[in-house]
């Protein structure tokens, strides 16, 4: 049986970096890859700066820069804050260290940071793009580059019952610029108004964002995997957490209440509390195998069979009710 692996939801580091010389401030494209968008290369002005989760005083602090750390600016506020006699924006940076894979991203006070006239640059939706058979839907959508018209796309998520379209606008787009404002948009097809409701979202390994119908929550789906996937609820008005865990396949959200769910295996025992293991023990006693077209199934593609609960999950209460528990197959 192989080892389930889970996307880390989180990571909160302490971190400062000092460099012996600014680099000079200029446009590039992040990783200097297509696949990426164009982002401010510049460095940190202050002797030491906080860098926030959210772009607020009042989020929490992620880690430090120090004078002279060189940063990539990947997007702004809208809206400007006054510190320390200061008017700016926002900024979200990314930080990419020498070693593989390591970097750090956050938002840090634009009067903190070597960067002059930088002002926000609004998007705009131009509509659905033709249906393709077999292929996600897409959305174009434009912003302004100087004397010329940027065109992107996006893939856009609609519950069958809500009046707009939910999208995630960030530096993993090819066609992003960092001038621009990042985070979760809603789009109404009938009126052609776009809202930005939250700067929570990325579109790093397909992940993807829904509202509820209110746009109380949003719901932040992780990627990575075709079985069981992370997700993370948040309060859109102050950015707090309200839920972090797993789903399969499909939130069913309603209301303020979605599915969530629990893999159940020598892996994961030490993450499960005792009501949801006595109740995967439970159903273990009473259906001990799998139905044989599973089983049959398993050993023609490699895939292992696992037991899976699910639990509703009211989001305004944290209150969770099982509902239920199932063979699935998972990679």
């Not at 610029?177 to 409701?197: K, Q």
């Not at 009473?286 to 639990?311: H, K, R, W, Y």
Request: proline share 4%.
């Amino acid at each position: 049986m192989k080892k389930n692996a889970f996307l880390v939801l989180f990571l909160s580091i302490c971190f400062s970096a000092c460099v012996s010389a600014p680099i000079t401030q200029e446009e590039v494209r992040h990783y200097d890859a297509d696949d990426f968008g164009i982002v401010y290369n510049t460095t940190v002005s202050a002797g030491i700066a906080n860098v926030h989760e959210h772009p607020s005083l009042q989020s929490e602090i992620l880690f430090q820069v120090q004078e002279n750390t060189r940063i990539s600016i990947v997007g702004m506020s809208r809206e400007k804050d006054t510190i320390g006699g200061f008017s700016g924006h926002w900024l979200l940076i990314y930080i990419r260290a020498d070693q593989p894979y390591a970097s750090w991203d956050g938002w840090i006070f634009s009067g903190y940071v070597n960067v002059e006239n930088l002002t926000p640059n609004e998007i705009s939706v131009i509509g659905l793009a033709p249906e393709v058979p077999r292929q996600a839907r897409h959305l174009l959508g434009t912003y302004t580059n100087g004397d010329s018209k940027i065109q992107f796309s996006v893939v856009p998520h609609k519950l069958p019952d809500q009046p707009f379209w939910t999208f995630v606008w960030d530096f993993y787009n090819g066609n992003y610029r960092y001038d621009t404002i990042p985070g979760s948009y809603v789009w109404y097809p009938e009126t052609n108004e776009l809202r930005h409701i939250s700067h929570i979202g990325h579109t790093e390994t397909s992940a993807w964002v829904i509202f509820t119908d209110d746009l109380k929550y949003i719901i932040h789906d992780f990627g990575t995997s075709p079985g069981i996937r992370g997700v993370v609820v948040w309060q859109v008005d102050n950015g707090e957490r309200a839920f972090s865990g797993y789903y399969l396949r499909d939130i069913r959200l309603n209301g303020h209440t979605i599915e969530i769910a629990y893999l159940y295996n020598e892996w994961t025992l030490g993450e499960l509390d005792a009501e949801i293991i006595a109740f995967a023990e439970y159903f273990k006693r009473s259906n001990p195998e799998p139905d044989a077209d599973m089983q049959q199934i398993s050993q023609d593609t490699g895939l292992d069979v696992e037991i899976v609960i699910f639990c509703e999950f009211n989001i305004d209460t944290g209150v969770r009710r099982i509902t239920r528990a199932e063979y699935i197959l998972v990679q």
